[in-house]
Protein backbone atom coordinates (compact mmCIF):
# COMPACT_ATOMS: atom_id res chain seq x y z
CA UNK A 1 0.00 0.00 0.00
CA UNK A 2 1.41 3.80 -0.89
CA UNK A 3 2.94 5.66 1.99
CA UNK A 4 1.55 9.26 2.95
CA UNK A 5 5.28 10.36 2.13
CA UNK A 6 5.16 8.40 -1.44
CA UNK A 7 1.90 10.26 -2.50
CA UNK A 8 3.15 13.30 -1.32
CA UNK A 9 6.51 12.42 -3.84
CA UNK A 10 8.66 12.84 -0.32
CA UNK A 11 9.50 9.07 -0.47
CA UNK A 12 10.24 7.53 -4.42
CA UNK A 13 10.07 4.05 -3.27
CA UNK A 14 7.33 3.49 -5.11
CA UNK A 15 9.21 4.40 -8.34
CA UNK A 16 11.47 2.24 -10.61
CA UNK A 17 13.58 3.39 -13.97
CA UNK A 18 11.92 3.29 -17.52
CA UNK A 19 15.08 4.82 -18.79
CA UNK A 20 17.74 6.59 -18.14
CA UNK A 21 15.68 9.96 -17.55
CA UNK A 22 12.07 8.66 -16.76
CA UNK A 23 10.87 7.17 -13.67
CA UNK A 24 6.89 5.52 -13.04
CA UNK A 25 5.42 3.46 -10.60
CA UNK A 26 5.94 -0.54 -10.93
CA UNK A 27 3.17 -1.22 -12.27
CA UNK A 28 2.92 1.41 -14.16
CA UNK A 29 5.81 1.05 -16.01
CA UNK A 30 4.66 -2.34 -17.29
CA UNK A 31 1.27 -0.82 -19.00
CA UNK A 32 3.08 1.74 -20.58
CA UNK A 33 5.93 -0.36 -21.63
CA UNK A 34 3.12 -2.54 -24.06
CA UNK A 35 1.50 0.54 -25.02
CA UNK A 36 5.05 1.76 -26.29
CA UNK A 37 5.92 -1.36 -27.85
CA UNK A 38 2.02 -1.65 -29.91
CA UNK A 39 2.70 2.25 -30.95
CA UNK A 40 6.18 1.03 -32.05
CA UNK A 41 4.37 -1.62 -34.24
CA UNK A 42 2.17 1.21 -35.56
CA UNK A 43 5.72 3.38 -36.65
CA UNK A 44 5.01 6.01 -33.80
CA UNK A 45 7.75 6.72 -30.87
CA UNK A 46 5.77 7.03 -27.71
CA UNK A 47 7.99 8.41 -25.31
CA UNK A 48 7.96 10.01 -21.95
CA UNK A 49 8.59 13.75 -21.68
CA UNK A 50 7.86 13.88 -17.76
CA UNK A 51 7.34 11.20 -15.34
CA UNK A 52 7.95 11.27 -12.01
CA UNK A 53 8.68 14.39 -9.52
CA UNK A 54 9.53 15.04 -6.35
CA UNK A 55 7.85 17.07 -3.88
CA UNK A 56 11.30 19.21 -3.72
CA UNK A 57 11.06 19.96 -7.22
CA UNK A 58 7.83 20.89 -7.44
CA UNK A 59 8.63 23.32 -4.19
CA UNK A 60 11.44 25.11 -6.18
CA UNK A 61 8.73 25.52 -9.49
CA UNK A 62 6.03 27.12 -7.16
CA UNK A 63 8.53 28.98 -5.38
CA UNK A 64 9.88 30.34 -8.47
CA UNK A 65 6.72 30.89 -10.21
CA UNK A 66 5.23 33.33 -6.72
CA UNK A 67 8.10 35.40 -6.74
CA UNK A 68 7.72 35.94 -10.50
CA UNK A 69 10.89 34.52 -11.35
CA UNK A 70 9.29 31.84 -13.91
CA UNK A 71 6.59 33.42 -15.84
CA UNK A 72 2.76 33.22 -14.77
CA UNK A 73 -0.20 33.33 -17.06
CA UNK A 74 -3.99 33.49 -17.34
CA UNK A 75 -5.90 30.58 -19.08
CA UNK A 76 -5.52 32.13 -22.88
CA UNK A 77 -1.39 32.47 -22.33
CA UNK A 78 -1.33 36.13 -21.58
CA UNK A 79 1.56 36.80 -19.10
CA UNK A 80 0.64 38.12 -15.56
CA UNK A 81 2.65 40.47 -13.01
CA UNK A 82 3.12 38.52 -10.09
CA UNK A 83 3.50 41.72 -8.46
CA UNK A 84 0.48 42.95 -8.93
CA UNK A 85 -1.81 39.86 -7.80
CA UNK A 86 -3.23 39.10 -4.76
CA UNK A 87 -2.34 35.68 -3.05
CA UNK A 88 -5.73 33.83 -4.42
CA UNK A 89 -5.29 35.07 -7.63
CA UNK A 90 -1.69 34.43 -8.03
CA UNK A 91 -2.72 30.66 -6.30
CA UNK A 92 -5.25 30.33 -9.43
CA UNK A 93 -2.95 31.79 -12.11
CA UNK A 94 -0.02 28.95 -10.87
CA UNK A 95 -2.41 26.09 -10.53
CA UNK A 96 -3.70 26.42 -13.53
CA UNK A 97 -0.47 25.27 -14.77
CA UNK A 98 1.64 23.63 -12.39
CA UNK A 99 0.88 21.58 -9.65
CA UNK A 100 0.58 21.95 -5.72
CA UNK A 101 3.80 20.25 -4.13
CA UNK A 102 2.59 17.42 -2.61
CA UNK A 103 -0.59 17.54 -4.73
CA UNK A 104 0.80 16.70 -7.97
CA UNK A 105 -0.32 13.76 -9.62
CA UNK A 106 3.51 13.44 -10.79
CA UNK A 107 4.47 12.22 -7.66
CA UNK A 108 2.37 9.31 -7.65
CA UNK A 109 4.27 7.23 -10.91
CA UNK A 110 1.08 7.01 -12.28
CA UNK A 111 1.13 9.77 -14.63
CA UNK A 112 3.72 11.33 -17.33
CA UNK A 113 3.34 13.30 -20.01
CA UNK A 114 4.02 11.72 -23.81
CA UNK A 115 5.50 13.24 -26.82
CA UNK A 116 6.88 11.71 -30.68
CA UNK A 117 10.19 12.04 -30.35
CA UNK A 118 11.59 10.86 -33.68
CA UNK A 119 8.94 13.34 -35.10
CA UNK A 120 10.06 16.14 -33.09
CA UNK A 121 13.16 16.09 -33.93
CA UNK A 122 12.94 14.50 -37.49
CA UNK A 123 11.19 18.22 -38.01
CA UNK A 124 14.09 20.13 -35.82
CA UNK A 125 11.09 21.15 -34.32
CA UNK A 126 12.07 23.20 -30.64
CA UNK A 127 9.46 21.54 -28.63
CA UNK A 128 7.14 23.60 -26.43
CA UNK A 129 4.55 21.06 -25.00
CA UNK A 130 1.71 23.19 -25.86
CA UNK A 131 -2.04 21.74 -27.08
CA UNK A 132 -0.91 23.09 -30.83
CA UNK A 133 1.92 20.63 -31.50
CA UNK A 134 -0.78 17.32 -30.81
CA UNK A 135 -3.36 18.43 -33.08
CA UNK A 136 -3.91 18.82 -37.01
CA UNK A 137 -0.29 18.37 -38.35
CA UNK A 138 1.41 19.10 -35.13
CA UNK A 139 4.80 16.72 -34.78
CA UNK A 140 2.49 14.73 -31.87
CA UNK A 141 -0.79 14.66 -33.57
CA UNK A 142 -0.70 11.50 -35.38
CA UNK A 143 0.92 9.83 -31.55
CA UNK A 144 -1.96 11.42 -29.86
CA UNK A 145 -4.82 10.44 -32.22
CA UNK A 146 -3.34 6.85 -31.43
CA UNK A 147 -3.32 7.60 -27.82
CA UNK A 148 -6.33 8.97 -27.25
CA UNK A 149 -7.96 6.24 -29.02
CA UNK A 150 -5.96 3.18 -27.53
CA UNK A 151 -4.72 4.29 -23.93
CA UNK A 152 -8.15 2.84 -22.25
CA UNK A 153 -7.10 -0.64 -23.64
CA UNK A 154 -4.12 -0.25 -21.39
CA UNK A 155 -5.63 1.05 -18.31
CA UNK A 156 -4.64 4.93 -19.03
CA UNK A 157 -7.00 7.77 -19.49
CA UNK A 158 -6.52 11.89 -19.67
CA UNK A 159 -7.43 13.44 -16.55
CA UNK A 160 -6.83 17.34 -18.10
CA UNK A 161 -8.06 16.72 -21.50
CA UNK A 162 -11.03 19.21 -21.32
CA UNK A 163 -10.50 22.57 -19.28
CA UNK A 164 -13.24 22.58 -16.68
CA UNK A 165 -11.83 26.01 -14.87
CA UNK A 166 -9.02 23.75 -12.88
CA UNK A 167 -5.70 22.98 -14.76
CA UNK A 168 -4.85 23.91 -18.45
CA UNK A 169 -5.74 21.31 -21.31
CA UNK A 170 -2.90 19.20 -21.63
CA UNK A 171 -3.78 16.26 -24.05
CA UNK A 172 0.02 14.72 -23.33
CA UNK A 173 -1.15 13.81 -19.53
CA UNK A 174 -1.62 10.44 -18.90
CA UNK A 175 -2.36 8.61 -16.09
CA UNK A 176 -3.23 5.26 -14.83
CA UNK A 177 -6.69 4.99 -13.66
CA UNK A 178 -6.85 2.14 -11.38
CA UNK A 179 -4.20 3.00 -9.56
CA UNK A 180 -4.49 6.84 -9.52
CA UNK A 181 -7.79 5.95 -8.13
CA UNK A 182 -6.20 3.54 -5.24
CA UNK A 183 -3.97 6.68 -4.46
CA UNK A 184 -6.77 9.04 -4.46
CA UNK A 185 -8.44 6.97 -2.37
CA UNK A 186 -5.89 7.85 0.65
CA UNK A 187 -5.11 11.17 -0.40
CA UNK A 188 -5.19 13.16 2.95
CA UNK A 189 -5.98 16.97 2.68
CA UNK A 190 -4.93 16.91 6.89
CA UNK A 191 -1.49 15.73 6.05
CA UNK A 192 -0.22 17.51 2.91
CA UNK A 193 -1.60 20.57 5.18
CA UNK A 194 1.14 19.39 7.78
CA UNK A 195 3.74 19.01 5.41
CA UNK A 196 3.28 21.85 3.70
CA UNK A 197 3.01 23.75 7.24
CA UNK A 198 6.66 22.82 8.05
CA UNK A 199 7.90 23.46 4.52
CA UNK A 200 9.49 26.42 2.64
CA UNK A 201 6.52 27.29 0.30
CA UNK A 202 6.09 30.85 -0.32
CA UNK A 203 2.48 31.65 0.05
CA UNK A 204 1.16 28.61 2.39
CA UNK A 205 -1.15 30.40 4.72
CA UNK A 206 -3.32 31.52 1.66
CA UNK A 207 -3.04 27.92 0.47
CA UNK A 208 -3.86 26.00 3.56
CA UNK A 209 -7.24 28.45 4.36
CA UNK A 210 -8.62 26.51 0.97
CA UNK A 211 -6.20 23.58 0.58
CA UNK A 212 -9.16 20.92 0.54
CA UNK A 213 -10.98 22.98 -2.69
CA UNK A 214 -7.77 23.52 -4.29
CA UNK A 215 -6.80 19.58 -4.60
CA UNK A 216 -10.19 18.93 -5.51
CA UNK A 217 -10.20 21.41 -8.93
CA UNK A 218 -6.85 20.93 -9.74
CA UNK A 219 -5.35 17.70 -8.66
CA UNK A 220 -8.66 15.56 -9.28
CA UNK A 221 -9.41 18.44 -12.19
CA UNK A 222 -12.92 18.63 -10.88
CA UNK A 223 -13.46 22.33 -11.92
CA UNK A 224 -14.90 24.92 -10.54
CA UNK A 225 -18.04 24.35 -8.40
CA UNK A 226 -21.49 25.25 -10.20
ZN1 LIG B 1 1.71 16.15 -16.73
New binding site residues.
Given amino acids: MISSLQIMGIDSSHIVAVNEHHSLHGEVKDAFCQMQADAAIEGLDLQIC?SFRSFDKQLSIWNRKWRGELALYTIDGEILDANTLADEEKIHAILTWSALPGAS??HWGT???FYDKRNVEKLGHVFELIPQEYENEGPCAELARWVHTHCDSYGFYLP?HHYTGGVAR?P??LSHRAIAQQIQSHFSADTLAEQLAKSEMLGKQSVLSCLPELIRRYTYNEGVKA
Avoid: L, V
Wanted: charged share 40%; aromatic share 30%.
Fill in positions: SRHDFDYEWH
